[in-house]
């Protein structure tokens, strides 16, 4: 039974159209992460926030944008699609203080820009 | 955090063990090593992490060298559905503290009939 959830699981859409990705968790984690990954590729830390009104940049470089409004919503926000954005965008969850589990993921989006 | 090097690939037979090495050399001493797996582009899933002792639960074991750098991720007896890519991540933690996780290319593991 998942506890982070990723919507839409599949999203085609056409080049300029501007679109949201959610994530939502329901475990009460502090910190929340958004990576990318292209097939058969490794996965990007392009988001992440320690708490509502934290965001940072994340390892890679994205035109996306996110927001944490509340503790369990992150949702990335891309405001003009280009077909460079195609990939698979993974949102994670994590607590503070806690060395075991270390991360839960969700299912994933998969983006497609044409 | 310290880097990983683990092998692009391997084959196990179903019911066999599966062995997966990582080298993490230059690894400090409070450094966990973590084990994470993706299924077909599913989301990563956590599978076990230690820092010096030998750890087990109930998906797999991870042993740990005495000097710490390297360790072998084993899945005792291997399924189809262990058919994986296989992440070994090192990392700090220091309680209350803020970390990343960085995923390398890990190691497809693909189990046979």
């Known amino acids: 039974e998942a506890d982070i959830y990723q919507t839409p699981r599949y999203l085609v859409i056409g080049t300029g159209k501007k679109i949201t990705l959610e994530c939502s968790q329901t475990m009460g984690h502090d910190k929340m992460y958004w990576y990318q990954q292209d097939p058969g590729m490794e996965l990007h830390l392009i988001h992440y926030?320690?708490?509502?009104?934290?965001?940072e940049k994340g390892d890679l470089s994205s035109e996306s944008t996110v927001s944490r409004i509340r503790t369990e919503h992150f949702p990335l926000t891309l405001e003009s699609a280009r077909p460079s954005h195609t990939s698979q965008y993974l949102c994670?969850?994590?607590?503070?203080?806690?060395?075991?589990?270390?991360?839960?993921f969700g299912s994933g989006t998969r983006l497609t820009v044409v | 955090d310290a880097k990983t090097t683990q092998p692009t690939s391997m084959d196990c037979a179903e019911g066999r063990a599966a062995n997966l090495p990582c080298n993490h050399s230059?690894?400090?001493?409070?450094?966990?090593v973590y084990w994470y797996r993706q299924i077909h582009s599913q989301g990563p899933q956590y599978i076990i992490h230690?820092?010096?002792n030998n750890e087990t639960n109930e998906m797999a074991s991870l042993i740990i060298t005495e000097d710490r750098k390297s360790s072998t991720l084993i899945l005792p007896h291997a399924t189809l559905r262990d058919t994986a890519v296989y992440y070994c991540i090192v990392r700090a933690f220091s309680g209350g503290s803020n970390y990343k996780l960085t995923f390398g290319k890990g190691t497809l593991l693909t189990v046979n009939p």
């Open positions: 230059t690894i400090s001493g409070n450094e966990y």
């Open positions: 994670a969850s994590s607590e503070t203080d806690r060395a075991n589990y270390g991360y839960t």
């Open positions: 926030s320690y708490g509502v009104n934290s965001t």
């Open positions: 230690g820092l010096k």
